[in-house]
């Protein structure tokens, strides 16, 4: 570092009205060029436009300036925009502070005089920080050119497909048995009406053969470590008792198993046995066995399923497997869960037998389905004659903790309805709704189509269903659009259920160290600009992980996921935040706390010719700076804010008159 | 003019920074009193630092990290709530109100909450009034901020409590309390009497005069400030300590 006094410049944003109107810009302009080492105060309307940028390159050059701070939006925001504006105009962007007078001064604050107190305040304790800031240099690390795909629904399968047909080798993790997700379990998609395993089982299928895809299903992420470019991730895969190269899928171990037990992909509206297929179209296709229902893996005996297989394809020998995989980019693509209908207890759900959910309709609906696709009243198996709906169960709810609206289901109603409008032309169908939101490519036709069909929309949410002895459900309901109290006797009521993020996301998100939002999904790293990666690097996000939405939304930010995964991948090597521990051998004794304090093993104390000293694997090291603030000797610090950049801080915001 | 609190605050970059910027997202408002520092995570707020901010005249000094479970490293949460327990005994040592040094998790997504706890820590630091302390006592308590034993103490708490002591004995959080605790107060003493020495030399008496404790403790702590070649006698009557030269 140059010892000469530092030659400093300072822009202040209007950033249009969103700082000026609260903040007096000139007055802060004005003040930091009283401010020592100051040589350039400037004020600009937009300092991240070209124009913006270009005056501090200029005045890099013209002023020889070396130390620039903006004071604008958040570091969050614009601080690699202006790190990047340094170091094209020849500055190490090191030597580079941010001023965050916009979301922590401007939008929080009313009052003009203290708003632009405090903005000098801040503009100050920058000033003192940067004088301080030393030039650092990015490290390069070797890309490890893998991608792990966690989930296996149509959002896990399509960004693996992306990834894999770009020539990335992918690894695919499915908790479930099988891939597919919940989209293999709808009969038919929106507003196309398709069929939804027509179009995604032959993706399913490509994802169980391409050469560049590995597929592990029914297997949990067990830990994640490293970083972009060099993650490590140990996956536990459960023991499926059957031997895939043997199975020839003749059924016969399922036809002679005793244990009869709900069968999950038919949300429980048919049986399965102890050794199953959990779908006709499962990838990986061949059996395995619920260990534990079985009878000979919980109580010993039985075997009937080994006894018979033609193929010896059973083997209760197999143990669960676990192995390490080396990625570089993670895209975490683990759906959602189904609000649990019977939470709402005002419904009857699981009480009533002839109100079912959404997804409970799909499969009554399918051809698979335990009616091989007739929908019936399931008190009576008789054909309904007078279906409701009830729009917004768990969502735009807040006694029921959701806030948020699901997005799909006003959609997946209109499907539901149409559907089954075509199989009984008289019924009477009634959709009791909130608002209906059908934003997307021809939704809002499709929903005209269904209103032009004879579907009744009453604008109003039930308050509570009851039931007659013959199972008909009694819905009283306000219509708020004509004020009229309606009651209504059914056949059958589908509950539109919402879409919540997964129990089991909690301790994924905690692994990859991911933040979530106040509704419990994965928070992206911005929510317009960057809403397929993560808080981490490295990480990206895809599909209803991130918040609910339709499959056309999915695929598309599956393709945003992969993209910016593939751009991770196809580089040779990345560079590496150089905020890291630094050691003065000098001071340290090589006492170990930092050692035992790094959660990353990234400071160790070795033996060298001056005695025992710490010392930083670079790689290995976050910045965090646990060490720095714990070391007894105070030998060890963290390059961009040490100790002296800290204490000029916190100097300059208390003591302005100390000129530092 | 009714008084306005002078608050610093450190904020992680991941959560907390990014739950004030949500705040501000928001358009949330909240007291114009924090001035607010970036640190990459809560776990490196050191309470050298924090002492710093009350010597040089801050009225309320506020830590936020991500939530207990969801610090983007790993623990760095959980060592920063150690390293401010241990300040708030040393502040109390100093007579400076515990609750001045606030310790509070907001995450990413707490934008409401952020401004939450910023209005009623500001407001708690109104009602405090300005920070009157002695400036003999702040120093002090900075100094015992920077010692060894107290910092390796603080920086060994997890494993002892967790992994256990040198002989694989987990030690209880009640004696680590208690072993803390004492070694704090022993450690303000020293370190108060090493400032007061720095000033000018004085005898046991005097010290104890001074300091208003017994002369009795004054002399056992010399006597270990002496093996650790911090002081020195000079020879007289009556026998005066002086700081000996680094």
């Not at chain 2, 009157?132 to 603080?154: C, G, H, Y």
């Not at chain 2, 309390?177 to 020495?197: F, G």
């Not at chain 2, 007289?236 to 002086?242: A, L, S, T, W």
Request: a negative charge; charged letters at 25%; proline letters at 5%.
């Amino acid at each position: 570092m140059s010892k000469s006094e530092p030659r400093i410049g300072v822009y202040v944003c209007h950033c249009g009205l969103n700082i000026g109107a609260v903040v007096d810009v000139a007055a802060v302009a004005q003040y930091a060029q009283t401010l020592p080492g100051v040589v350039v105060s400037r004020e600009s309307t937009y300092t991240c436009s070209d124009n913006g940028q270009r005056s501090i390159q200029e005045d890099i050059e013209n002023h020889n300036l070396s130390r620039v701070v903006v004071a604008s939006c958040s570091p969050r925001m614009h601080g690699d925009t202006f790190m990047k504006t340094c170091e094209t105009a020849g500055l190490n962007p090191y030597l580079f502070e941010m001023v965050n007078i916009r979301e922590q001064c401007s939008w929080v604050h009313t009052d003009k005089e203290q708003a632009t107190e405090k903005a000098k305040d801040l503009v100050r304790m920058a000033v003192a920080k940067v004088r301080l800031l030393e030039p650092l240099e990015k490290q390069k690390s070797a890309v490890n050119k893998a991608a792990l795909v966690i989930g296996g629904g149509v959002a896990g399968i399509f960004s693996a497909l992306y990834l894999a047909n770009a020539g990335i080798k992918t690894y695919v993790v499915e908790k479930k048995p099988s891939i597919g997700g919940h989209m293999a379990q709808l009969d038919k998609t929106f507003p196309t009406l398709d069929c939804s395993l027509c179009i995604l089982s032959p993706r399913m299928a490509d994802i169980g053969k391409h050469e560049n895809i590995e597929l592990i299903t029914y297997a949990d992420i067990e830990n994640i470590s490293g970083y972009a470019g060099n993650f490590q991730v140990t996956v536990k895969s459960n023991p499926r008792y059957v031997i895939k190269e043997n199975c020839r899928l003749c059924g016969v171990c399922a036809e002679k198993c005793p244990i009869s037990l709900p069968d999950e992909f038919n949300m429980g509206l048919k049986k399965r046995k102890a050794v199953y297929i959990p779908f006709p179209q499962a990838v990986p296709n061949y059996y395995l066995i619920d260990a534990g229902h079985c009878l000979h893996i919980t109580k010993g005996g039985c075997m009937l399923c080994q006894k018979n297989c033609p193929n010896d394809a059973i083997d209760f020998e197999e143990t669960e497997a676990v192995r390490e995989l080396n990625v570089g980019a993670i895209i975490v693509a683990t759906g959602f869960e189904l609000y649990d209908a019977t939470q709402k207890k005002e419904y009857g759900y699981g009480r009533y037998p002839n109100v079912i959910t959404n997804m409970d309709f799909e499969r009554w609906v399918s051809a698979d389905g335990p009616t091989h696709g007739k929908v019936v009243r399931p008190s009576d198996g008789a054909p309904p004659q007078r279906i409701g709906f009830i729009q917004c169960v768990g969502s735009r709810d807040e006694k029921e903790g959701a806030v948020y609206c699901s997005r799909i289901c006003c959609m997946a109603t209109v499907k539901q309805a149409t559907m089954l409008r075509e199989k009984y032309p008289s019924a009477e169908i009634y959709v009791y709704y909130t608002d209906m939101r059908t934003p997307g490519k021809g939704f809002e036709e499709f929903y005209q189509r269904g209103r032009e069909h004879g579907i009744v929309f009453i604008r109003g949410k039930p308050g509570e269903i009851e039931e007659d002895d013959n199972h008909n459900l009694l819905i009283v309901s306000e219509d708020t659009d004509s004020g009229l109290i309606l009651r209504n006797t059914l056949d059958l009521v589908v509950l539109a259920c919402g879409l919540r993020p997964p129990e089991a996301l909690e301790e994924l998100a905690q692994k990859l160290h991911l933040s979530r939002s106040p509704d419990g999904f994965i928070m992206e790293a911005h929510p317009k600009l960057r809403p397929a990666e993560t808080s981490i690097s490295g990480v990206f996000l895809t599909g209803c992980v991130q918040f609910p939405k339709d499959i056309p939304d999915t695929v598309a930010q599956s393709g945003g996921a992969a993209a910016m995964a593939a751009a991770l991948l196809t580089k040779d090597e990345i560079e590496l935040e150089p905020v890291r521990a630094a050691v003065d051998e000098e001071l340290c004794i090589g006492c170990g706390l930092c050692e035992e304090n790094c959660d990353y093993g990234a400071i160790e104390v070795k033996k060298t010719e001056e005695g025992m000293k710490a010392q930083v694997i670079e790689v290995a090291c976050q910045g965090c700076g646990v060490c720095a603030a714990s070391c007894p000797q105070k030998a060890v610090t963290v390059r961009h804010f040490t100790d002296g950049q800290l204490l000029a801080q916190v100097t300059a915001a208390l003591e302005p008159e100390v000129i530092v | 003019m009714t008084f306005s609190p002078r608050i610093v605050g450190f904020m992680c970059n991941w959560c907390s920074y990014a739950g004030a910027d949500l705040a501000g997202i928001s358009r949330i408002k909240y007291a114009p009193n924090l001035r607010i520092i970036r640190v990459l995570c809560s776990g490196r707020v050191d309470p050298y630092v924090v002492l710093t901010a009350f010597q040089k005249g801050a009225d309320g000094v506020l830590v936020a990290g991500c939530h207990p479970g969801d610090c983007h490293y790993i623990s760095g949460n959980y060592q920063a709530e150690k390293k401010m327990k241990a300040t708030w005994k040393i502040l109390s040592k100093a007579g400076i109100d515990q609750e001045r040094l606030g310790l509070e998790w907001i995450s990413a997504a707490e934008g409401q909450r952020f401004a939450d706890v910023v209005n009623s820590f500001t407001q708690l630091i109104t009602e405090l009034g300005p920070l009157q302390a002695d400036p003999q006592k702040i120093a002090s308590a900075k100094e015992e901020t920077a010692d060894f034993r107290i910092r390796w103490l603080v920086g060994r708490e997890k494993d002892l409590l967790e992994e256990g002591n040198v002989f694989g004995e987990p030690v209880e959080e009640a004696v680590f309390e208690t072993l803390l605790d004492d070694v704090v107060s022993a450690q303000y003493i020293r370190n108060s009497i090493l400032t007061v020495l720095k000033e000018q030399s004085m005898s046991a008496k005097e010290l104890a005069e001074t300091l208003e404790i017994p002369s009795h403790v004054v002399v056992e702590h010399l006597i270990h400030l002496r093996r650790g070649q911090k002081v020195h006698m000079v020879e007289g009557h009556p026998i005066r300590y002086e700081v000996s030269a680094w």
